[in-house]
């Protein structure tokens, strides 16, 4: 889970410091194919831990396996997870900005103008309570 994250969130798109402190805390997600490679990941937040709401975050598919529509299966995935773990809440996530188009496919909206989180443009975007 960690050497996917830092091989698309240090190596690809960064620097910057991945191991925020929150997975002690966190859900992890672990999508892998049926060798058990690790294809992708996400973690869900409890609300209070990065926002007041649900947290997913750490959204990441392995850069050869992109374009399959397995980003699309694994955020449906922790959405139906955080149902089930919080049912009718909220999720709020710190989208980067240019993946805001695959995030209304999940029904999130953006709440926040852009901004700056480790040199890379972010927005908030929000999932009502269903």
């Not at 294809?39 to 937040?45: Q, S």
């Amino acid at each position: 889970m960690l050497a996917l994250r830092s091989k698309v969130f240090v190596l690809e798109q960064g620097p910057y410091l991945d191991a925020d402190g929150a997975d002690r805390a966190a859900w992890h997600l672990l999508g892998r194919n049926a060798a058990g490679e690790l294809m992708a990941y996400l973690r869900m937040l409890d609300p209070g831990i990065k926002f007041d709401e649900v947290s997913i975050g750490r959204v990441v598919v392995d850069a050869a396996r992109r374009g399959q529509g397995i980003g699309h299966a694994l955020l449906r995935e922790g959405l139906a997870r955080c149902a089930g773990v919080w049912p009718g809440a909220a999720v709020r996530i710190g989208a980067q900005a240019h993946l805001q188009a695959f995030y209304r496919q999940h029904g999130f909206v953006t709440a926040s103008a852009e901004y700056l989180e480790d040199g890379i443009a972010h927005v908030q975007m929000l999932r009502s309570a269903r």
